[in-house]
């Protein structure tokens, strides 16, 4: 099994590469969806650093296959893919496309080529995305109809969100399937990630299909938040703010990308599982609130008044002070994302990994042990730049998506929340 605890080392490097060559005997030909992502990126460079480059083939939007075949490094990169092994990656990596696009007759017979697949595709973004529905659910759907009747395809593995079990479970969500009746969500993303599990499984039964569902996902164990930034803001809030509108006990349940990328990889590559649904969670492991806020001012070398619970009306109040003042520009729009942050705090989940151990002996870092990294990377950032990377992820190299953004950018309702 892989060296959990000691990612991009060259330990780890040497465990995961002689690894994961003997666990994929039979993958001829990956496709990975999603590798310009925060959790396709580093399930790249994972699959890189595994040996794998010349089996792995990335279906990335672009104006060409140079344009494609440059972004896919620049991610590898960003994902802490060593320079000069990102640029072993070449236009043989990459099939320009989007999930629901057309294909030449050549890219065609790649895809259908395809004996495993990796679908990250999908925009995390807590805004009312209006492409969320498209790109997670129709889109998707159209991507896994190719694969549908293959005789070569081994392993489907979707990337879906432990979120997509909505706000009515236990306090420990099981790894299962969901009884797709009604359910309610806090964002639509958790809801549309359902919705494509449930119409995935319906529409194609014998899609040899592993659902993946991770938690909150945030910063990496070496590289902190460079890689992303997403999420760590709310943190960062609290701590600063010593309370927050959920009890000092509740848990966030959070694991690091590279951890993250690294169950993916497994559960792909190795010939048979046990099981068709997972959580890639901190599980039982999950800290407190009050343990976080106490390894950030261990991180940040300060210390302050005891943590405690706010009512939600008080959201308003830490928001200027977060921006500044009450006329801030973002101040609304980070009391609203708090507002989300402690919805999903206050439901105390915790997300049963126990299948995902016994499979492949997932034994991720904890948040507070990595937190250190993320703190020093943040440093010289504005917690509302971080908090704009929740819900606007700019699509950069496409000019009428820059244009778009740079007008919409000057609205409030850039950020469109619930």
């Given amino acids: 099994m892989f060296a959990w605890q000691t990612p991009l080392s060259t330990t780890w490097k040497d465990s995961l590469t002689s690894s994961a060559r003997t666990h994929a005997i039979g993958v001829d030909s990956l496709v990975l969806t999603g590798a310009t992502g925060f959790i396709g990126g580093s399930v790249l460079a994972t699959l890189v650093n595994a040996g794998l480059l010349d089996r792995v083939i990335c279906l990335v939007r672009g104006t ?18 060593p320079r000069y092994r990102a640029e072993r990656l070449t236009q043989a990596n990459v099939i320009v496309g989007e999930l629901g696009g057309e294909f030449s007759a050549a890219d065609e017979a790649r895809l259908a080529g395809a004996s495993h697949v990796i679908n990250c595709a999908a925009p995390a973004s807590l805004s009312t995305h209006a492409r969320q529905l498209d790109m997670n659910v129709r889109d998707t759907l159209r991507f896994a109809s190719r694969f549908a009747c293959s005789k070569t395809l081994q392993r489907f593995v979707h990337v879906s969100a432990a979120m997509a079990c909505g706000t009515r479970c236990s306090a420990v969500v099981p790894e299962s399937l969901f009884g797709y009746g009604e359910s309610r969500h806090l964002v639509p993303h958790t809801q549309i990630q359902r919705e494509a599990e449930r119409l995935l499984r319906l529409t194609y039964p014998r899609l040899p299909m592993v659902v993946v569902r991770p938690s909150t996902v945030v910063g990496h164990t070496v590289l902190g938040t460079s890689p992303s930034a997403r999420s760590f803001w709310v943190f960062r809030v609290v701590h600063a703010a010593r309370r927050f509108a959920a009890r000092a006990v509740s848990r966030i349940d959070v694991v690091s990308v590279d951890d993250c990328a690294r169950a993916l990889t497994l559960l792909t590559v190795k010939p048979r ?26 991180a940040t070398g300060t210390s302050g008044k005891r943590y405690s619970m706010c009512a939600p009306r008080e959201l308003r109040a830490i928001a200027r002070e977060t921006t500044g003042g009450e006329r801030a520009p973002h101040s609304h729009l980070v009391e609203r994302a708090l507002g989300l942050y402690a919805g999903f705090a206050q439901l105390d989940y915790v997300f049963d990994n126990r299948h ?13 042990d990595y937190l250190n990294e993320c703190v020093r990377t943040s440093q010289g950032i504005g917690i509302v730049e971080q908090m704009k990377r929740d ?28």
Avoid: W
């Avoid at 075949?69 to 893919?81: C, D, E, N």
């Avoid at 995902?356 to 507070?368: A, H, K, S, W």
């Fill in 273 to 298: 599982l046990a099981y068709d649904t997972y959580h890639v969670s901190a599980g039982a492991n999950a800290a407190t609130i009050t343990q976080i806020v106490n390894a950030m001012d261990e």
């Fill in 64 to 81: 060409s296959a140079a344009h494609a075949l440059a972004r896919l490094r620049m991610s590898a990169v960003r994902s802490g893919l």
């Fill in 356 to 368: 995902l151990r016994e499979e492949i002996g997932f034994d991720p870092l904890p948040f507070t």
């Fill in 391 to 418: 819900f606007v992820r700019p699509v950069t190299g496409f000019p009428a998506q820059e244009s778009f953004l740079k007008e919409t950018c000057l609205q409030e309702n850039t950020y469109r929340l619930l």
